[in-house]
């Protein structure tokens, strides 16, 4: 922010507070964390561990989460409502017992704040902050919709999820180099079996929900306890300093220093006053320990303590030229460091040792230190003449792995080795190099390997790397850092790689250096390798397309390559001393590498070239990418100054192709590159090509770079003289001249095409004048007829396009879609047979007979005399299965008696004689045996069950409260019925199967939802859309509606739920597409008039495809007018119970609103002969008057009425409760009905919902019973009615008291009413 490198940020915290206050050039508020979840962006301050920390610290991980879930618990209740005692816990005040905020706010360490007295002010400010977060209980961030996950919930964690989004975006950004295991983990939208597998990110869980629970401790026990306050807090600023620390060294200060010692003499040298302090920030100090023989002592430096922050570092050097200066460039690096207590090794060095140490801008602290050590580092130092460990100037010589002067160290790699091979001609050695024993690899390593061999000879260098890609590398050089010529960068290795061979060439001094970095993010398993050195070989002639390294081994470009000329034949017709050579990035089969860096020297100049031509021989393919962020690019240099850059440009229109090397056209999202780009060069002596990608191609191919170079030079005749013209000839947009030179000249379209001869020109020139004379005259008649018509044609497509963007989620079905019918046993997906009829179980119980009036209307079985009352279709449930698995005991039992009587049997016969000695035989049933062993008390444990405070036996059919041992009877009703019914119309419409695509089956987590057949032609409206391409809509218009049904009833054959639609429902994405413009006119044709914008009354909306609540105000007229509406019906003695309101939220959602809209208008104009458009605005009135009840109710629950809110009204989760009047979606005209718990079933806290709704209900016919569509109204047409009815006592057809709706589109939900009731 402040180098002006960034226009925005996403921060918080005291990095907020600099953007905002504290920098030169202060920034502004655009968008708060708020802001962004109701945009349905939320951001979390989530808490992480490690997998293998956790598997180390089980009980400490439970017991961490256990305190921060009670304490986030308690703050939630901060009113009091579970427990008193939360309200003082979270009450400002000073008293540290009696309120947590004390401790916490003085945990923050606040410059200017005194340790563990905190000020009032801090304190308030510390609460009102708190209320700027909305906390999630323990049970929600445990649930499915946050850290839930995996096979137990079905779907990825929404932790999962947002992982996955926040790396795409990362990646995005060039932050990442790749999405790594979660690109082949599965999309975020992956369900069902795929969670049970670990290799998905649906099945990955990274924690144990067990470590959640917060069972361990209770806050009550910790009441009047003194707090426990932040312990030797290190850090803590004098008020109106910036630096949080108090450091011997001053910023930017060279110390020197030359001591005379004898040899045991210890010094100590120190970075902080150190007792319970911290560092300073910015520093950049530097001590120089130096004896006073340098030709003879050692200084050997031993670190007692380490305590540096990440970022911070400590660096040791020897200095072989004894110039024991910071700015000496012989400098070997014996060490970096950083980290809280290292294990390190003494330092030793002859003559002298350099330590620099560097901090940076962040103001760390120290919390809880409880020895009170503070940060910073001290060390001893002292001369001896004992040389121990040292056998190079260059570095230590340690055996393979091992580090230090001492090579103790077997961890990891530090500082410099050094590694003398010899001459291969003489001997033979190989030696082993690695990242170090611990993997993964540290953070921030600086380790170099400086190998020597004899002069002329290279290194053979045989490595499997894993490296973090991008961020860390193994650099390999020829040459050394503290050689005058310095190092000559030859490849940089990263990511992954199986074992591979790479031969880097030596200096004249015989040195090459492998240097391994690493940043303070991200490890990965290391390296390992050998390296040997071998005599040097004349190197390949030139290596093949694409290839590089001394001997070709690396199959990309490197750091320095050289342009091989492959005799140009990819160029022939240039002439040879034109032709430089052949560029390529990789070879063809790659894709070109990220983060690279590749420069080709020209090497040479031509005396009358003006410049270079690259002639690309495939199209240029790098990662398109905006102006303002190109990463991949070819760069041509002409000394200090960069004669063009080459890129693959992202567009949206040909506008922005506007670069002389391109073509001008956009093409797939890109601006095309000519295939022969001229750059000029005036200076060619330090010319080169480079060729640089960023980090990150998103996971795509891109083929690169590869194009021939040559030299060109000046047009003969001028630069404005065509190509062709001066005799040339234009070869891929380049010319080249006479003599096969390439030049300048151009060869642009515009320009001549060939030289034409002078009178051919005087008796052409005439003539076209003439023809373009009459032309102009005959289109002026033609405009002057046809303006008005393109007037209207103009006004048409406006008031189209105005639709268009007024209707949400619009598209039209592209062929006839029927979704994906049962399988059969035969296997395969086909149409299945009528299947057998089943049978429907009701467990009833019998009410007192005063008392059966209390029930609703369709919960009574039969006579309302005989006063059966159904159990809800769960106990019903549970009743059932208590009965199955009773009876099956009994079946078991009885089979088992009939085998031992059977066996009886043949015993008594085998023991009577021919003589008939047995004189008498008792025959008896094995049934009434069986049925003899029935007695009471024997099967308890299968004929009983316990639900709700009643034992229900399925034996004796008694229902006993257990309270108070009162009995009732209990009934089980069977009905046999048809697992589908036919459909109702008389006449089936015939549909071609083979123009009938047939679609797959529904994702796991929609399983039961509904799906919709599709004709083509169908014009609908999306509400919901996935990215595995389902979406979830309703149709606006039926193109044929008969063929619709038919589809959905082959669909549907014998399956007694197939929930299968022909208006409403999921559908497969790719069988539809934009709708055309006489689409468009036909659906405007229907919709007529009506206005498809939000109503007036709706706050603005932000998001048309997503539902928006607006809570109602207890004072608002609209609050009052839905609540009173409510409460009207909610009196005795129909309804004998206390309401209470809790809260009103208006429902706004846009998408579901207009299909609302289209099918009421639709009806209305079908009823009033205004299809057409014709219809007057006082008939529509009129009729909307006669078709519409603008206030019916609708019981709800938790479980689904998001859904609602979000897709609409929804048959296969609506009505499950009653299909007396058929299988649709049920409303009620008075609210007592509705408000009945079996509909607006209660949540676990005791509060009910009821949804306030419009709806058209159209032409209505009485209900029946399991019907999935309405009564044939006109056989003619196979027109049905709209909707059906339900009478009960004293209704009439004009005043029923339930109406069920077919179409998911007929209904919508206004207000959404959570109440009480007692």
């Not at 045991?264 to 300073?280: H, I, K, N």
């Not at 391109?662 to 001229?678: I, M, P, Y």
């Not at 959905?1048 to 539809?1072: C, E, M, N, P, Q």
């Not at 006669?1186 to 859904?1203: A, C, I, P, Q, S």
């Amino acid at each position: 922010w402040d180098e002006r490198s960034i226009d925005a940020a996403a921060c918080w915290g005291v990095a907020r507070e600099h953007v905002l206050e504290g920098s030169d050039h202060p920034g502004n508020v655009l968008v708060s964390s708020g802001v962004l979840a109701d945009w349905g962006r939320e951001t979390f301050n989530a808490v992480a561990v490690r997998r293998d920390f956790m598997e180390d610290h089980a009980d400490f991980v439970r017991h961490f989460a256990s305190i921060l879930g009670l304490l986030t618990d308690s703050f939630i209740d901060k009113l009091g409502e579970a427990n008193v005692n939360n309200v003082n816990r979270w009450t400002p005040s000073i008293d540290p017992v009696a309120s947590y905020l004390p401790s916490l706010t003085d945990s923050l360490m606040k410059a200017g704040e005194e340790a563990r007295h905190p000020s009032s002010e801090f304190i308030n400010d510390q609460r009102r902050a708190l209320d700027l977060y909305k906390f999630l209980s323990t049970e929600e961030q445990r649930s499915c919709g946050y850290l839930g996950g995996g096979e137990a919930c079905g779907k990825p964690s929404q932790l999962h999820i947002a992982t996955q989004q926040t790396a795409k975006f990362l990646v995005d950004q060039k932050i990442l180099h790749s999405m790594g295991k979660l690109a082949f983990m599965g999309d975020n939208e992956t369900t069902g079996t795929d969670c049970s597998r670990s290799d998905t990110i649906c099945g990955s869980d990274a924690f144990t929900l067990a470590s959640l629970e917060p069972d361990l401790y209770s806050l009550d026990d910790w009441d009047g306890v003194p707090p426990f306050y932040a312990l030797n807090e290190t850090g803590r600023a004098i008020e109106g300093e910036s630096s949080a620390g108090d450091s011997d060294c001053s910023t930017k200060s060279l110390i020197a220093t030359t001591l005379v010692h004898y040899i045991g003499d210890v010094f100590r040298l120190a970075e902080t006053s150190f007792v319970g302090q911290s560092y300073s920030d910015n520093l950049d100090c530097w001590w120089v320990i130096k004896s006073t023989d340098t030709s003879r002592d050692t200084v050997e430096l031993s670190f007692q303590q380490v305590r540096i922050w990440s970022g911070d570092f400590i660096y040791v050097y020897s200095d072989p030229s004894m110039e024991c200066d910071s700015t000496s460039k012989t400098k070997v690096l014996l060490g970096k460091i950083t980290g809280l207590d290292p294990e390190l090794p003494n330092f030793l060095a002859t003559g002298c040792i350099l330590v620099h140490f560097e901090s940076d801008a962040n103001q760390e602290r120290s919390y809880n230190d409880i020895e009170n050590i503070g940060d910073g580092f001290s060390a001893s130092y002292k001369t001896t003449t004992v040389f121990r460990g040292i056998s190079s100037p260059r570095g230590y010589e340690c055996p393979d792995g091992q580090w230090g002067s001492d090579c103790s160290l077997t961890k990891h790699c530090l500082g410099t080795t050094h590694i003398d091979l010899g001459d291969p001609v003489a001997f033979s050695s190989t030696r082993t190099i690695s990242s170090g024993k611990e993997i993964p690899y540290r953070n921030n390593l600086d380790c170099i390997f400086e190998i020597k061999a004899a002069k002329g000879n290279y290194i053979s260098f045989e490595v499997e790397y894993d490296i973090e890609p991008t961020y860390d590398y193994l650099q390999l050089f020829s040459g050394t850092y503290g050689s005058a010529s310095g190092v000559t960068p030859y490849a940089f290795l990263s990511a992954e790689n199986t074992k591979h061979t790479y031969y880097i060439p030596t200096d004249d001094s015989g040195y090459a250096t492998i240097h391994f970095v690493t940043d303070p993010l991200g490890r990965r398993s290391g390296f390992s390798g050998s390296v040997s050195a071998a005599k040097s070989v004349s190197s390949m002639k030139s290596c093949p397309v694409g290839q590089s390294g001394l001997l070709c081994e690396i199959p990309h470009c490197i750091a320095q390559n050289s342009i091989e000329r492959y005799d140009h034949a990819s160029s022939p017709e240039v002439d040879p001393t034109h032709y430089i050579g052949r560029v390529a990035s990789q070879i063809k089969i790659n894709s070109i590498p990220a983060n690279i860096y590749c420069s080709w020297p020209l090497g040479k100049t031509l005396g009358d070239a003006v410049g270079i031509r690259l002639r690309f021989n495939s199209p240029l393919d790098l990662e398109p990418q905006p102006v303002a962020a190109v990463g991949d690019k070819i760069v041509v240099n002409a000394g200090d100054k960069v004669a063009a850059e080459v890129f693959v440009e992202q567009c949206s229109t040909d506008d922005v192709c506007s670069y002389y090397w391109q073509t001008g056209k956009c093409e797939d999202g890109a601006c095309a590159v000519r295939l022969s780009v001229d750059v000029g060069i005036e200076n060619f002596s330090s010319a080169e090509i480079k060729i640089v990608t960023d980090r990150s191609d998103g996971g795509k191919y891109y083929s690169g770079v590869d194009f021939d170079t040559l030299f060109i030079s000046t047009c003969p005749s001028g630069d404005n003289v065509h190509c062709e013209a001066d005799a040339g000839v234009c070869v891929d947009g380049g010319c080249i001249c006479d003599g096969n030179i390439p030049c300048t000249c151009p060869c642009d379209t515009g320009g001549l095409v060939s030289v034409f001869n002078a009178t051919l020109m005087w008796i052409l020139v005439p003539i076209v004048v003439l023809f373009v004379a009459i032309f102009i005259w005959y289109r002026r008649r033609k405009i002057k007829k046809s303006r008005a018509q393109k007037a209207i044609i103009q006004e048409k497509e406006e008031e189209l396009e105005a639709f268009r963007n007024s209707i949400v989620g619009m598209r039209t079905a592209t062929k006839n879609y029927m979704p994906k019918p049962m399988s059969n046993n035969s296997g395969g997906t086909q149409l299945s047979s009528p299947a057998p009829r089943q049978e429907k179980v009701q467990w009833c119980w019998r009410e007192t007979d005063h008392l059966v009036s209390n029930h609703a209307p369709d919960m009574i079985v039969g006579n309302a005399a005989d006063g059966w009352i159904k159990y809800d279709p769960h106990h019903s449930a549970t009743i059932e299965t208590a009965f199955r698995a009773y009876k099956d005991d009994e079946d078991e039992k009885k089979n088992s008696l009939k085998f031992s009587i059977d066996e009886s049997l043949k015993k008594l016969t085998a023991l009577s004689s021919p003589s008939g000695s047995l004189k008498k035989l008792t025959a008896f049933s094995p049934d009434t045996a069986a049925k003899a062993s029935i007695v009471r008390g024997t099967n308890d444990s299968k004929s009983v069950v316990v639900i709700d405070g009643y034992k229900i036996d399925v034996q004796d059919m008694k229902q006993t409260k257990v309270a108070t041992g009162f009995e009732r009877e209990i009934q089980r009703n069977v009905e046999i019925v048809d697992t589908v019914p036919e459909m109702g119309h008389s006449e089936i419409t015939k549909v071609d199967l083979s123009n009938v695509e047939v679609g797959s089956s529904l994702p796991d987590d929609l399983n039961c939802e509904p799906q919709m057949a599709l004709v083509k032609g169908d014009i609908l409206q999306i509400s919901s859309q996935r990215q595995d391409g389902w979406a979830f809509g309703s149709k606006l218009h039926h193109n044929d509606e008969a063929t619709a049904r038919e589809l959905v009833r082959l669909a549907s054959k014998g399956a007694a739920d197939a929930h299968i639609y022909s208006d409403t429902g999921w559908f497969t994405l790719d069988t539809t597409e934009i709708p055309t413009g006489d689409e468009l006119a036909l659906l405007q044709t229907k919709v007529g008039s009506a206005d498809l914008d939000a109503p007036l009354y709706w706050d603005d909306i932000k998001d048309p495809t997503i539902v928006q609540l607006h809570r109602l105000k207890q004072t608002d007229k609209e609050y009052k007018s839905v609540t009173e509406a409510f409460m009207s019906t909610l009196k005795p003695p129909k309804f004998n119970k206390k309401v209470k309101v809790v809260k009103v939220d208006r429902i706004q959602n846009l998408a579901m609103w207009q299909s609302y809209v289209v099918k009421r208008q639709t009806i209305c104009y079908r009823e009033t002969g205004g299809q057409d458009g014709t219809g007057s605005p006082e008939v529509m009135r009129r009729a909307i008057e006669r078709f519409e009840r603008k206030l019916l109710w609708h019981g709800t629950n938790v479980e689904v009425m998001d859904k609602i809110m979000q897709q609409g009204f929804n048959r296969s989760f609506c009505g499950k409760n009653a299909t007396v009047y058929g299988k649709g979606v049920y409303f009620a005209r008075d609210a007592e009905y509705s408000a009945y718990p079996i509909y607006a079933i209660p949540d676990k806290n005791g509060f009910q919902y009821m949804m306030a709704c419009r709806v058209t209900v159209g032409e209505y016919s009485p209900g029946e019973r399991n019907a999935l569509t309405p009564s044939i109204r006109d056989l003619s047409t196979s027109t049905l009615y709209d909707s059906t009815v339900g009478l009960l006592s004293n209704d009439t057809m004009m005043n029923p008291s339930i109406y069920v709706t077919y179409h998911d589109a007929q209904a919508y939900p206004e207000y959404l009413i959570k109440f009480t009731t007692s």
